[in-house]
């Protein structure tokens, strides 16, 4: 078992920023892949960016390339993800999650371990 706490959201004013932080415990060992998801009201989970944990290329949904940027604190099993120009549309509850296959990684389906959640509010 992987256990996961998120922390940092919160209200912000569009062209603001937040970092999310993502704190892992337990069996860390057998993170493959840490990913950030987000889930609107009325909509589905979607990715946001996700790391390979070892090193590995990094992923960004296209609607945030720029503007977000995922790292990773491995002494600390930790990801962050510093969100920059955040805008309305990126108001959502994120999720961080582990996936402990080589898969890509890009949807929810994948993922064996989930955060709580924390709410990111943009208000315009």
């Known amino acids: 078992q992987v256990q996961l706490v998120e922390s940092g959201g919160g209200l912000v004013q569009a062209g603001g920023s937040l970092r999310l932080s993502c704190a892992a415990s337990?069996?860390?060992?057998?993170?493959?892949?840490m990913g950030w998801f987000r889930q609107a009201p009325g909509k589905e989970r979607e990715i946001v960016a996700r790391?390979?944990?070892?090193?590995?290329?990094?992923y960004y949904t296209d609607s945030v390339k720029g503007r977000f940027t995922i790292s990773r604190d491995l002494a600390k099993n930790t990801v962050y993800l510093q969100m920059n120009s955040l805008k309305p549309e990126d108001t959502a509850v994120y999720y961080c999650?582990?996936?402990?296959?080589?898969?890509?990684?890009?949807?929810?389906?994948?993922?064996?371990?989930w955060g709580q959640g924390t709410q990111v509010t943009v208000s315009s």
């Open positions: 790391d390979i944990w070892r090193g590995g290329n990094t």
């Open positions: 337990g069996r860390t060992f057998s993170i493959y892949t």
């Open positions: 999650a582990v996936d402990r296959d080589s898969g890509l990684g890009l949807k929810p389906v994948e993922y064996d371990y």
